[in-house]
């Protein structure tokens, strides 16, 4: 998703968000006067849902969640703690919040040493046993904050002048990349990297206000590239080729299926994603599929409006809800050619009609599937 509760709703389940009704960050914002009503959304991750962490447990792996977790229906305080970590499948866990502004900025603010810190210590203690770590770095989300010296070598850096270039950011990047290599020093040391997978993912786009998003258009929170296109690094070694690169279109809920597929065990049922064993074991293309977004919210840090988009093959559709539910059919839509124009600039909904037709209909056809919750108009204003 193009904000973050879904996405790590997804990651855990292998099913989009808009089939858990977990469709923006928890709490979210309920605002008055809008042209449309957002739906009764599920503002917690329930626990009926089969996590990741209970799929590992099941075939006895020590389980670890260190981080931020953002899918009770509190951050914190007992309404937080029936859906916390340990509620679904976690041996181990510490769960953090993005920090308060007037934080102590040279005390770790976002905790990604504490994060890296501690999953090293996991790493040491479970060298006999089999375990999944869920490593939830807080960093690089508001609000932005790092020690002084570390903002201060950025800034003296060759290019922070640069609109996608912010020195503070690269400063929390730096820190979250020491506490990653941390990890991945441990690994060696135990002598268990060859035999652990590694995988680094974002749950959604950069901050766009705070950093240009070049080459993608807009950032965090909007369902252009620059909100759900995000990094993604696989590491196996001795089993995932050093240095390939993919350019196969993968999603949060591809994990859950492929570590399935690593366990030999069948995934839980109405799981959206699929393996990627084949993909990253052995280079092989992912069968042709769609990929959906549903958000039918508004976004007040991007200023999103509610609304949905397709991919399909390198086409891209993307649908706002206050148009096309109020009859403006030819405003409600955008078509991008992503291969051409990965910066989302040409809208080719009315050049190329009849494949905007073709993904109106595979768009539409998608959200009947998940049961995606709709929102509505608001029946207290004049349309």
């Not at 549903?294 to 976004?299: D, L, R, S």
Request: charged share 25%; hydrophobic share 35%; aromatic share 10%.
């Amino acid at each position: 998703a193009a904000i973050c509760s879904p996405t790590r709703a997804a990651i855990m389940t292998g099913k989009y968000p808009a089939r858990l009704h977990l469709t923006d960050f928890i709490p979210g914002a309920d605002l008055k006067g809008t042209l449309v009503r957002q739906p009764d959304w599920q503002m917690f991750l329930p626990l009926e849902e089969v996590t990741i962490a209970e799929i590992f447990r099941g075939k006895g792996y020590r389980t670890a969640m260190f981080g931020k977790w953002h899918l009770s229906k509190t951050k914190f305080g007992p309404e937080s703690l029936p859906h916390y970590p340990d509620k679904q499948g976690f041996d181990d866990f510490f769960v953090i919040d993005k920090p308060e502004s007037t934080d102590n900025p040279e005390e770790d603010p976002h905790k990604s040493d504490s994060i890296g810190n501690t999953s090293v210590r996991f790493i040491h203690e479970n060298t006999k046993k089999p375990f999944f770590l869920y490593a939830s770095f807080s960093a690089i989300h508001n609000p932005l904050m790092d020690s002084a010296d570390s903002i201060t070598k950025w800034q003296n850096t060759p290019g922070a002048e640069l609109p996608e270039n912010n020195p503070v950011i690269a400063a929390m990047l730096s820190r979250m990349d020491n506490n990653i290599g941390k990890i991945l020093k441990a690994l060696d040391e135990t002598g268990l990297a060859e035999n652990t997978l590694v995988v680094f993912f974002s749950d959604n786009g950069g901050l766009e206000k705070e950093a240009a998003q070049t080459p993608l258009r807009s950032g965090k929170g909007w369902l252009y590239e620059g909100g759900i296109r995000v990094p993604l690094v696989v590491r196996w070694p001795g089993r995932i080729r050093e240095g390939q690169v993919s350019h196969e279109v993968v999603s949060s809920i591809d994990f859950l299926p492929t570590f399935c597929g690593i366990l030999g065990v069948k995934p839980p049922d109405q799981v959206d994603g699929i393996s990627l064993l084949p993909l990253l074991l052995r280079d092989e293309p992912l069968p042709q599929r769609d990929v959906g977004w549903h958000y039918p919210h508004y976004h007040t840090g991007s200023g999103m409006p509610p609304g949905g988009a397709l991919r399909s093959g390198n086409w891209k559709l993307i649908e706002y809800y206050e148009k096309s539910m109020a009859g403006d059919s030819v405003n409600a839509f955008e078509l991008f050619d992503l291969k051409a124009d990965m910066g989302e600039q040409q809208n080719l909904f009315t050049t190329h009609p009849e494949k905007a037709g073709e993904l109106m209909a595979r768009m539409h056809a998608w959200r009947e599937q998940v049961g995606a919750q709709m929102p509505v108009l608001n029946p207290d204003l004049k349309q």
